[in-house]
């Protein structure tokens, strides 16, 4: 399970996504009301609240579908299509690890929300070391964290991936009260440090991170693998 990473113009490393959520920080737009964006940029079923919970188990949530069974799920490339002209994807990793195959949306309206994405793909390790190898070019995002960009071969491989997990940071604050009513109740409440806690909808997939410091941070994976994103929270929290 990977650490969440400070973020500025890329900074989300994901995996499943735990741990330092309160580390990412959020570049606002430069114009308007930061709650809410131009109107008619995506249907109001893709608010970040709107979990269609399908027959099968799985979810979709902004129009994107995460399965249990990879061949079940939207692709990195399902991702490029809605936001062709704010894509960016490359594997992302921290020193001592293996990398992790993501897309990044530094705009992304979902109804009238607006926030940052980030999209994990599901990639076997030997496939990340092999875009690592033949990367078109290596950069850093901070001091110690890499960023390869892809080929041009690999990026036409690695629009095939399917989706693993979703990461949003919204641009409009979240408090308590406002999560509650958009989300309901949470199953449970896990709290990591004094002012960071974490609410689980283990039926959704879904995972809140409020933090009276910093941003919000929802993810959301298939309620089937959920246990993932839940169980390293449960083991900071023990050692706190």
């Known amino acids: 399970m990977k650490h969440l990473h400070g973020m500025k113009k890329w900074g989300l490393i994901t995996g499943l996504l735990v741990a330092s959520l309160a580390a990412a920080t959020f570049i606002a737009l430069d114009h308007g009301d930061p709650k809410v964006s131009k109107p008619n940029q995506a249907p109001m079923n893709e608010l970040p609240w709107h979990i269609d919970q399908l027959p099968s188990g799985d979810t979709q949530v902004f129009g994107l579908r995460l ?67 033949r990367a078109a070019k290596v950069g850093y995002m901070n001091s110690s964290t890499r960023k390869y960009s892809l080929n041009p071969t690999d990026q036409a491989l690695a629009l095939r991936s399917p989706i693993l997990a979703l990461a949003f940071i919204p641009q409009a604050n979240l408090d308590d009260d406002i999560v509650k009513a958009r989300f309901g109740v949470p199953a449970e409440r896990v709290r990591s440090n004094a002012h960071t806690e974490h609410w689980l909808y283990p039926d959704k997939g879904l995972g809140i991170t409020l933090d009276s410091e910093g941003k919000e941070l929802l993810q959301y994976v298939a309620p089937a693998q959920f246990t993932q994103l839940r169980e390293p929270l449960r083991q900071t929290a023990k050692t706190q």
Request: charged share 15%.
């Open 67 to 133: 399965a249990a069974q990879p061949e079940a799920a939207s692709t990195l490339g399902d991702v490029q299509r809605r936001w062709a002209s704010d894509f960016q994807m490359a594997v992302v990793a921290a020193p001592g690890e293996n990398g992790t195959l993501e897309a990044y949306v530094e705009s992304a309206t979902m109804g009238f929300i607006i926030g940052k994405l980030v999209v994990t793909a599901q990639v076997s390790p030997q496939v990340i070391l092999g875009f690592r190898e």
